[in-house]
């Protein structure tokens, strides 16, 4: 199996930053685009960034020119750079990882709080 492991949350004033790390283990063989989500209280989950393959990364309207997604492949790291962070970026942030091979293809982590205080 596949685990996904995300660290680097905290509580960080508005135009602060972050950086989120997701690390993976176990059964690694297959993966394929990798992305992160967040969830704010009372919404639901929304796509923040996903990265490709081939580490062309994508963003969500709300994040682009501020966030950057990453992946380094040798150790099998996510990451997510987040500057400039405003109060509404506040959420828990999931870390999901794609399989090209396997019984299972979908894999999430269980998250991690980011806090931007105004």
Same mark, same amino acid.
């Given at each position: 199996?596949l685990?996904?492991?995300e660290s680097? *949350?905290g509580?960080?004033? /508005?135009?602060g930053s972050?950086?989120l790390?997701?690390?993976?283990?176990g059964?690694?063989?297959?993966i *394929? @685009?990798m992305?992160?989500?967040?969830?704010a @209280?009372?919404k639901?989950?929304e796509?923040?960034?996903?990265?490709? #393959?081939?580490?062309?990364?994508t963003?969500?309207? /709300?994040v682009?020119g501020?966030?950057t997604? /990453?992946?380094?492949n040798a +150790?099998?790291t996510?990451?997510?750079?987040? +500057?400039n962070?405003? @109060?509404? #970026?506040?959420?828990?942030?999931?870390?999901?990882?794609?399989k090209w091979v *396997? @019984?299972?293809?979908d894999?999430w982590?269980? *998250?991690?709080?980011v806090?931007?205080?105004s």
């Amino acid at each position: 199996q596949l685990q996904l492991v995300e660290s680097g *949350g905290g509580l960080v004033q /508005s135009g602060g930053s972050l950086t989120l790390s997701c690390r993976l283990s176990g059964n690694t063989f297959g993966i *394929g @685009p990798m992305a992160w989500y967040r969830q704010a @209280p009372g919404k639901q989950r929304e796509l923040v960034a996903e990265i490709s #393959d081939e580490s062309v990364g994508t963003y969500a309207n /709300s994040v682009k020119g501020r966030f950057t997604i /990453s992946r380094h492949n040798a +150790d099998n790291t996510l990451y997510l750079q987040m +500057d400039n962070l405003k @109060p509404e #970026d506040t959420a828990v942030y999931y870390c999901n990882a794609r399989k090209w091979v *396997g @019984p299972k293809r979908d894999f999430w982590g269980r *998250g991690t709080q980011v806090t931007v205080s105004s």
